[in-house]
């Protein structure tokens, strides 16, 4: 069964730094580009980042660049996202997603369960 | 950025009548290769969303095929023949042509 399971979530203060991590099963992992989507409270759904296969290539959301590092450890079929300087507006429930193919340029096909992060004072 | 809209924001449907939803992107999403890049998802009450539709009209492994998706350039539609309590949620189009990838608002689609 294919499966993204995502840990590391948590409630921290503005400034601060967590990592996420996303355990896959079930698929060839360094097959497939790997992404971050997140979704604040009652709100609707926000693209992060993407990781190619190899881990070579990566992409960020504007609102994300420089403070949040996204790779991968395909011996280890886990995905991270390095969140740094978080802010109040980073709050939100952080998804996991895998990609339909190669290639940056597909559908999300899986998703994980989500796992919180939460950034106040 | 390429903007997606979609309308209705919500839906109130009686279960075995038709539903339809529309997706409007601010730029073309047909590739030079001859694919489209966008893609409908459903986000169930409490669940991970989850994909029902890729290249505009191409259903997911598992997916009934009382969903069916259309259009092209700029305008898609996602129809739902017979909705089902099953159907409840918030339903997202997606384009991945450009970065940023972008998603439309959501239309909450509930069951009278």
């Known amino acids: 069964e294919v499966q993204l399971v995502e840990s590391g979530g948590g409630l921290l203060q503005p400034g601060g730094s967590l990592r996420l991590s996303c355990a896959a099963s079930?698929?060839?992992?360094?097959?497939?580009?790997m992404n971050w989507v997140r979704q604040a409270p009652g709100k609707g759904l926000e693209w992060v980042s993407t990781i190619s296969g190899s881990g070579d290539s990566t992409y960020y959301a504007d609102s994300v660049k420089g403070r949040f590092t996204i790779s991968r450890d395909n011996s280890k079929n886990t995905l991270y996202l390095q969140m740094n300087s978080l802010r109040a507006e980073d709050t939100a429930v952080y998804y996991c997603?895998?990609?339909?193919?190669?290639?940056?340029?597909?559908?999300?096909?899986?998703w994980g369960q989500g796992t919180m992060v939460t950034v106040s004072s | 950025d390429i903007v997606m809209t979609q309308t209705p924001l919500s839906l109130s449907v009686t279960p075995g009548q038709p539903a339809s939803i529309s997706c409007k992107s601010s730029?073309?999403?047909?590739?030079?290769?001859?694919?489209?890049?966008l893609y409908w998802y459903l986000q169930k009450p409490g669940q991970p969303p989850q994909l029902l539709i890729y290249e505009v009209s191409n259903r997911f492994s598992g997916v009934p095929d009382r969903f069916s998706g259309s259009g092209s350039g700029t305008d898609f539609t996602l129809k739902i023949s017979r909705v089902e309590a099953e159907d409840v949620g918030v339903y997202y189009c997606m384009q991945s042509l450009r970065l940023p990838l972008t998603f439309g608002g959501g239309t909450k689609v509930e069951i009278k």
């Open positions: 730029q073309s999403l047909l590739h030079s290769g001859g694919k489209t890049y």
């Open positions: 079930g698929f060839t992992f360094s097959s497939y580009a």
């Open positions: 997603a895998k990609g339909r193919g190669a290639s940056i340029m597909n559908a999300f096909d899986i």
